[in-house]
């Protein structure tokens, strides 16, 4: 089991910046591979970014790219967000993800490939 926390939403004038965090208790993030999703409402969960459990490979949706990064401090079992250029569109619930992977080959884009969530961090981008 790994427990979830995200932190660091909050609201913001288009253009603005915003770093969310995702810090993990319980197991040792360093053997999962981690993404963030968001959900506006009435909306389906989006996929945002992942990255594999070294950190060194990326990927990102393409409504973001460009504009977000995904990166990981396993030292510090956290996981971050660094979103940059905000855009209204960008207002949502965001959720951390985590997946166990069995190598470091592994990430995952669909909500559904994960097995352990955050309760979201809300992030409102003003106009």
């Known amino acids: 089991q790994v427990q979830l926390v995200e932190s660091g939403g909050g609201l913001v004038q288009a253009g603005g910046s915003l770093r969310l965090s995702c810090a993990a208790s319980?197991?040792?993030?360093?053997?999962?591979?981690m993404g963030w999703f968001r959900q506006a409402p009435g909306k389906e969960r989006d996929f945002v970014a992942a990255?594999?459990?070294?950190?060194?490979?990326?990927h990102y949706g393409d409504s973001v790219k460009g504009r977000f990064t995904i990166s990981r401090d396993n030292a510090k079992n956290t996981v971050y967000l660094q979103m940059n250029s905000l855009k209204p569109d960008d207002t949502a619930v965001y959720y951390c993800?985590?997946?166990?992977?069995?190598?470091?080959?592994?990430?995952?884009?669909?909500?559904?490939?994960?097995?352990?969530w955050g309760q979201g961090t809300q992030v409102t981008v003003s106009s």
């Open positions: 993800a985590a997946r166990l992977a069995s190598s470091d080959t592994y990430y995952w884009i669909e909500a559904r490939q994960y097995t352990y």
């Open positions: 990255i594999n459990r070294s950190g060194g490979v990326t």
């Open positions: 319980g197991r040792t993030v360093s053997s999962y591979a």
